[in-house]
């Protein structure tokens, strides 16, 4: 029910915005016909003017955007290189105990080996 009397007011501006436009499209008619040869350069003006602005904002927004990302990406990068380097250095330490317990091995095989060929 409440439907009806906001959709018929609603409709009856629709129509009265309508009536106005066609009016004011008559009587601007002659106007843009005199005065096209400067309207349509000024209109082309503007519209490349708010093409160069609206890309150039998009162009500065990307820009932004990249050096966010570039920031998140170096503070993450940060943030994991303690638990890298830790990584890295219980690696070396157990490559380094590998190497002695080899060299050990290596020494001993070679001590059997001279007191087997001793006569």
């Known amino acids: 029910m409440t439907g009806l009397p906001i959709g018929g007011t609603l409709l009856a501006l629709a129509g009265l915005t309508l ?26 003006a503007i519209a490349f003017a708010v093409t160069a602005f609206l890309s150039s904002g998009l162009v500065g927004l990307t820009g932004l955007t990249s050096l966010s990302w570039f920031a998140r990406y170096l503070r993450m990068a940060t943030e994991e290189v303690p638990g890298q380097l830790e990584e890295a250095r219980k690696r070396v330490h157990d490559a380094a105990g590998y190497v002695g317990q080899k060299t050990k091995e290596v020494g001993q095989e070679i001590q059997r080996k001279a007191q087997e060929t001793k006569p």
């Open 19 to 44: 009536f106005g436009t066609l009016i004011g499209l008559a009587v601007a008619t002659p106007v843009f016909l005199i005065c096209s040869p400067v309207i349509v350069p000024a209109s082309l």
